[in-house]
Antibody, heavy 124, light 109 residues
Framework: EVQLVESGGGLVKPGGSLRLSCAAS????????MSWVRQAPGKGLEWVGR??????????DYAAPVKGRFTISRDDSKNTLYLQMNSLKTEDTAVYYC???????????????WGQGTLVTVSS | SYVLTQPPSVSVAPGKTARITCGGN??????VHWYQQKPGQAPVLVIY???DRPSGIPERFSGSNSGNTATLTISRVEAGDEADYYC????????????FGGGTKLTVL
C-alpha cells in the first residue's frame, strides 16, 4: 500500500524558514517523480513544484510564486522528499501535500497518490 | 499561463446525473485529470487521461474531453459523492506546467 506522510508544518513568522518532509513507502521511491501541491484555507489546489527521479535527471521545476524561495530535494536512501521554504510570506499559508506524479511528455502528467497534508501558517 | 475554468457549484438530486465542466482553450488537445476532495481530506484521483478510472473508483464516474470543454460525469449520484472536484492539465508550453481548475462544489440535494 502506498503511503505518503508529511511532517514539519507549523507556525512561522513572515521572513522565516521551514522544512517539510514526506516519508514514502509502498513503492519504489527512487523511480518516482514527486511533487508538492498546496491549498490555502478555503481555496483551491496550487502546484508548488516537482523533482524528477535521478534516472530522469533529478531536476526540479517550481511555480512562479515560490521560485527562488522554495527548494525541493530528495533522499532516495531514506525514501524521503523535502521542501525547504525560505523567505516565507503570509500568502504561503496553506496545507502542503506531497504527491507522486506519473505520466509521459506526450500524454501529460497527473498526481496519483497524495499524503494527508501538513499545515503551514505564516503569521506574525 | 494556461487557465482552467470550472463552475463554483453544481447541485443534483440523489440518483440523478451530475456533470461538472472544465473549460480551457483547446482543452481537447490536452489530457485532463479529475480529483475529488471531501472536507478535511486529501484529494483523490478519480479520472485520468480524460476518461480512465483508477482501481477502486466506481464506474459511475466517467470523463470526456473535446473542443474547449472537459466534463466529469457522475451517474446515479449518492450522498457520499458530495465533495469538491478539481480538473487538472499539464501545459508543456508553460513554465508553470501543472494547472488546476478553481474547483467545483458538488452538492447532493
Amino acid at each position: 500500500e502506498v503511503q505518503l506522510v508529511e511532517s514539519g508544518g507549523g507556525l512561522v513568522k513572515p521572513g522565516g524558514s521551514l522544512r517539510l518532509s514526506c516519508a514514502a513507502s509502498g513503492f519504489t521511491f527512487s523511480n518516482a517523480w514527486m511533487s508538492w501541491v498546496r491549498q490555502a484555507p478555503g481555496k483551491g489546489l496550487e502546484w508548488v513544484g516537482r523533482i524528477k527521479s535521478k534516472t530522469d535527471g533529478g531536476t526540479t521545476d517550481y511555480a512562479a510564486p515560490v521560485k527562488g524561495r522554495f527548494t525541493i530535494s530528495r533522499d532516495d536512501s531514506k525514501n524521503t522528499l523535502y521542501l525547504q521554504m525560505n523567505s516565507l510570506k503570509t500568502e504561503d499559508t496553506a496545507v502542503y501535500y506531497c504527491t507522486t506524479e506519473v505520466g509521459a511528455p506526450w500524454e501529460g502528467y497527473y498526481f496519483d497518490y497524495w499524503g494527508q497534508g501538513t499545515l503551514v501558517t505564516v503569521s506574525s | 499561463s494556461y487557465v482552467l475554468t470550472q463552475p463554483p457549484s453544481v447541485s443534483v438530486a440523489p440518483g440523478k446525473t451530475a456533470r461538472i465542466t472544465c473549460g480551457g482553450n483547446n482543452i481537447g488537445s490536452k489530457s485532463v485529470h479529475w480529483y475529488q476532495q471531501k472536507p478535511g481530506q486529501a484529494p483523490v484521483l478519480v479520472i485520468y487521461y480524460d476518461s480512465d478510472r483508477p482501481s477502486g473508483i466506481p464506474e459511475r464516474f466517467s470523463g470526456s474531453n473535446s473542443g474547449n470543454t472537459a466534463t466529469l460525469t457522475i451517474s446515479r449520484v449518492e450522498a457520499g459523492d458530495e465533495a469538491d472536484y478539481y480538473c487538472q492539465v499539464w501545459d508543456s508550453s508553460s513554465d508553470h506546467p501543472e494547472v488546476f481548475g478553481g474547483g467545483t462544489k458538488l452538492t447532493v440535494l
